[in-house]
């Protein structure tokens, strides 16, 4: 089996899974916070209002770490 590229792209012939298993969201709390997390389908990110943090989802694996949490305005 071929690893995925560094990037975290998928290569053409590989079938897309679903980006994120919803019910992973109640297991998972803000690394920071300990607080509830929000999904966002359409960035691909689970979103903790109270850290105003967004922490990314690459090929379905949320990555929980701040320092790869993108700041939010809201």
Do not use: H, W
């Not at 899974?17 to 919803?22: E, G, I, K, T, V």
């Not at 300990?34 to 990555?63: H, M």
């Amino acid at each position: 089996m071929t690893p995925p590229p560094p990037d975290g792209t998928l290569p053409p012939d590989r079938p897309i899974r679903p980006a994120f298993d919803r019910k992973m969201l109640e297991a998972l709390v803000c690394p920071v916070t300990q607080g509830q997390l929000s999904y966002d389908a359409a960035r691909q990110e689970l979103v903790s209002r109270t850290a105003r943090l967004a922490f990314p989802i690459r090929n379905g694996i949320p990555i929980m770490l701040a320092s790869e949490a993108r700041e939010i305005d809201d």
